[in-house]
């Protein structure tokens, strides 16, 4: 494909991550090419039938550029892949746009599992450990879930 703009331009080492079940970080560098007036502006959207939103709070280097974003309530409503978009904007030249498909389930870092509770028997015969699953922006399958467990006698 044939993409307008300098080539270079384009942002580099783009991520994103899910934490604290509705926050999500999208992060980026400038292109190594890309005029020192640059500025770039993230787009995503859950799936090709949705609105495309705009980023809420950008991340901004020392020099006023954004190179990351902050997005709150966010919710995972399919395993479809949402689309995000990163353009830019420069006097001296067009600037290429770099774009991703990401599921957002495979993103996300999970909260540590809920109301874990250890009930050991006198006799040190064993004991029962139990707990809820992690809380998320999505339902999951309980079967969906690994867990692991470290035990250490003291």
């Known amino acids: 494909p044939v993409f307008a703009g300098m080539n270079g331009s384009a942002i580099e080492n783009f991520s994103c991550v899910i934490y604290n079940v509705s926050r999500m970080n999208c992060t980026w560098q400038a292109g190594r090419d890309a005029p020192e007036d640059t500025q770039y502006f993230l787009y995503w959207q859950y799936s090709r039938y949705d609105d495309a939103m705009e980023c809420e709070l950008y991340i901004k280097d020392e020099n006023g550029r954004n190179v990351g974003c902050r997005f709150q309530n966010v919710t995972i409503q399919t395993a479809v892949d949402a689309y995000f978009l990163v353009n830019g904007s420069s006097n001296e030249s067009l600037i290429q746009f770099y774009d991703k498909y990401i599921k957002l389930y495979e993103i996300e870092i999970l909260t540590p599992p809920l109301n874990v509770t250890v009930?050991?028997?006198?006799?040190?015969?064993?004991?029962?450990?139990?707990?809820q699953q992690p809380l998320t922006s999505h339902w999951k399958k309980k079967k969906c879930f690994e867990y692991e467990i470290r035990i250490q006698n003291k």
């Open 119 to 131: 009930n050991c028997i006198g006799d040190s015969s064993g004991c029962i450990i139990t707990w």
